[in-house]
């Protein structure tokens, strides 16, 4: 059973008008959950909106619900939001191998990201 965030906000948040019912779905679907890469993305768009710690919420998702990725992209994009990046540069970088092509500087201050310039330098327009 797919679960998208409005659920997993009414776990999280303390006073939300759905929570109840989500306890009562987490019992009925336990060991039955998914969640998606997707969810985590929206998750650290509207973590500032609603105040609860970033990374304790991955962890409490993945340990309820089944995640088909790789659970370290997730955390590394929460490092990297820590690090000065915004949502999607974050889960960029996390996603990257640890090559990216971009004309966005941010990524050159992340340590283990090596940014190949997108922009015009005068050492690749001489490749024209």
Known sequence: MYAD?????????NDDWLSDRAEQLLDEYEGELDVSLVT???????EE????????????IL???????????VYQASENIEDGLHTFDA????????????????????GGVK???LEPSESNESDK
């Not at 985590?40 to 509207?46: A, K, Q, R, S």
């Not at 996390?94 to 500087?105: E, P, R, Y």
């Open 5 to 13: 965030l409005d659920f997993w906000l009414a776990l999280l948040k």
């Open 40 to 46: 985590f993305v929206e998750l650290f768009l509207i």
């Open 49 to 60: 909106r609603f105040a609860f710690d970033r990374e304790r919420a991955v962890t409490a």
């Open 63 to 73: 340990e309820l619900a089944t995640y088909h990725g790789d659970p370290d992209v």
């Open 91 to 110: 889960f960029h970088a996390a996603l990257s191998g640890g090559s990216i092509i971009s004309s966005d500087g941010a990524y050159d201050r992340l």
């Open 115 to 117: 940014r190949v310039r």
